[in-house]
């Protein structure tokens, strides 16, 4: 099973590694930096390079778990040749866009502080997401804007622990999002922490402080359901 260095440092842009494994549309290597999907956060994308010319800059579209194996297969785009079995390789993750995924990620944690009520689903893309709640009567945009950008603003450091299987399913109140379980099957469940503002079991790559999310606008609050509603969030200023 690939070492998933993100889950301790999501801050890592680049390992070496192993080619462990061809399929038909990429490969695994024994660790990487790579994210992904799962858990509403898309998968990460960059380039792979080796010292032959199978793999010199080549393209790295998606990432994704094999469910048979729990293999972290590197999809590589058409035009790029898959590397061979044992070839050593440079795993490197486009930066720029990891950083905003990190920073919407961790702003949805700070939207559950804002909006105190159960997650029913959410989604994360590049520079906006959303999740939906059960929630009877939502606030106004400006109001839950107000409070959602006090909570970024709070300094709140990030940190991580982690728990037991068996102590997450004693203390339900973890698991925030009915929808999308954290991932399990290893005997511990990673915590993420937010100063005092939030704790919650979450697989995902965030960043070190609320501070570095950055300004955040809600884009809309939509009825989807008799007590579902769906609140989704931007930043403030879109980056390239």
């Given at each position: 099973?690939?070492?998933?260095?993100?889950?301790?440092?999501?801050?890592?842009?680049?390992?070496?590694?192993?080619?462990?494994?061809?399929?038909?549309?990429?490969f695994s290597t024994d660790q990487t930096v790579f994210y992904p999907?799962?858990?509403?956060?898309?998968?990460?994308?960059?380039?792979?390079?080796?010292?032959?010319?199978?793999?010199?800059?080549?393209?790295?579209?998606?990432?994704?778990?094999?469910?048979?194996?729990?293999?972290?297969?590197?999809?590589?785009?058409?035009?790029?040749?898959?590397?061979?079995?044992?070839?050593?390789?440079?795993?490197?993750?486009?930066?720029?866009?990891?950083?905003?995924?990190?920073?919407?990620?961790?702003?949805?944690?700070?939207?559950?502080?804002?909006?105190?009520?159960?997650?029913?689903?959410?989604?994360?893309?590049?520079?906006?997401?959303?999740?939906d709640f059960d929630l009877p009567e939502p606030p106004t945009r400006?109001?839950?804007?107000?409070?959602?950008?006090?909570?970024?603003?709070?300094?709140?450091?990030?940190?991580?622990?982690?728990?037991?299987?068996?102590?997450?399913?004693?203390?339900?109140?973890?698991?925030?999002?009915?929808?999308?379980?954290?991932?399990?099957?290893?005997?511990?469940?990673?915590?993420?922490?937010?100063?005092?503002?939030?704790?919650?079991?979450?697989?995902?790559?965030?960043?070190?402080?609320?501070?570095?999310?950055?300004?955040?606008?809600?884009?809309?609050?939509?009825?989807?359901?008799?007590?579902?509603?769906?609140?989704?969030?931007?930043?403030?200023?879109?980056?390239?």
């Amino acid at each position: 099973m690939t070492k998933e260095l993100f889950r301790e440092d999501g801050y890592l842009k680049s390992c070496e590694s192993r080619v462990s494994r061809i399929f038909e549309n990429g490969f695994s290597t024994d660790q990487t930096v790579f994210y992904p999907v799962g858990g509403g956060q898309p998968g990460d994308t960059g380039t792979f390079s080796g010292q032959s010319e199978r793999a010199v800059g080549a393209a790295i579209i998606d990432c994704r778990k094999d469910k048979e194996s729990g293999d972290i297969i590197h999809v590589v785009s058409e035009d790029s040749q898959i590397p061979a079995v044992d070839q050593i390789v440079t795993l490197k993750i486009d930066w720029n866009r990891r950083y905003r995924l990190m920073r919407m990620h961790s702003c949805l944690h700070m939207l559950c502080v804002a909006v105190p009520y159960p997650v029913t689903g959410g989604a994360i893309r590049d520079g906006s997401g959303r999740l939906d709640f059960d929630l009877p009567e939502p606030p106004t945009r400006e109001d839950l804007e107000y409070r959602l950008n006090e909570v970024i603003q709070g300094n709140h450091p990030m940190t991580l622990s982690w728990v037991s299987e068996q102590q997450m399913n004693s203390n339900p109140d973890l698991v925030r999002t009915m929808s999308v379980a954290p991932p399990t099957g290893d005997g511990d469940v990673r915590l993420v922490k937010f100063g005092d503002a939030d704790l919650q079991a979450c697989g995902g790559t965030h960043v070190s402080n609320s501070k570095e999310i950055g300004p955040i606008v809600v884009e809309s609050i939509k009825n989807k359901g008799k007590q579902n509603r769906r609140i989704t969030v931007a930043f403030a200023h879109e980056e390239g």
